[in-house]
């Protein structure tokens, strides 16, 4: 008999409320202000205006000039009329910017 243990989410969300731009890796310079609305040491819940496919690759930045990370959307939902939920894997979050916030809680 086989057992099949299902895992849950190991990370802690933390409540964030940030502005952030997203752009697709292949188009950085389309921008869309978006706002991060919880956070985890390898990624964030981010609620936009736009559909975009899950294993995309896109970046993201607090601001326009801004420190941009390499994230890869893991799901997309449709929240309301024009309004997603996506869930994005950062890539190589080393020191990610998005970081001082999961310290504050």
Same mark, same amino acid.
């Given at each position: 008999?086989r057992?099949?243990?299902?895992? %849950?989410?190991?990370?802690r969300?933390?409540?964030?409320g940030? #502005?952030v731009y !997203?752009?697709?890796?292949?188009?950085?310079?389309e +921008?869309?202000?978006a706002?991060? +609305?919880?956070?985890?040491?390898? /990624? !964030?819940?981010v =609620?936009?205006?736009?559909y975009?496919r899950p /294993?995309?690759? !896109? =970046?993201l930045? #607090?601001? #326009?000039n %801004?420190p941009?990370? +390499?994230?890869?959307?893991?799901?997309?939902?449709r929240?309301?009329?024009h =309004?997603?939920?996506? %869930? !994005?894997?950062?890539?190589n979050? %080393?020191s990610?910017?998005?970081?001082?916030?999961? =310290?504050?809680?």
């Amino acid at each position: 008999m086989r057992l099949f243990l299902l895992r %849950g989410r190991s990370e802690r969300r933390v409540p964030v409320g940030m #502005p952030v731009y !997203l752009a697709r890796a292949s188009l950085p310079e389309e +921008t869309e202000l978006a706002v991060a +609305t919880d956070a985890a040491e390898h /990624g !964030l819940r981010v =609620t936009s205006k736009h559909y975009w496919r899950p /294993g995309e690759v !896109l =970046t993201l930045s #607090p601001s #326009p000039n %801004g420190p941009r990370v +390499t994230a890869k959307v893991a799901y997309c939902w449709r929240k309301l009329e024009h =309004t997603y939920h996506i %869930g !994005l894997r950062v890539e190589n979050p %080393g020191s990610g910017w998005w970081k001082q916030h999961l =310290t504050r809680c």
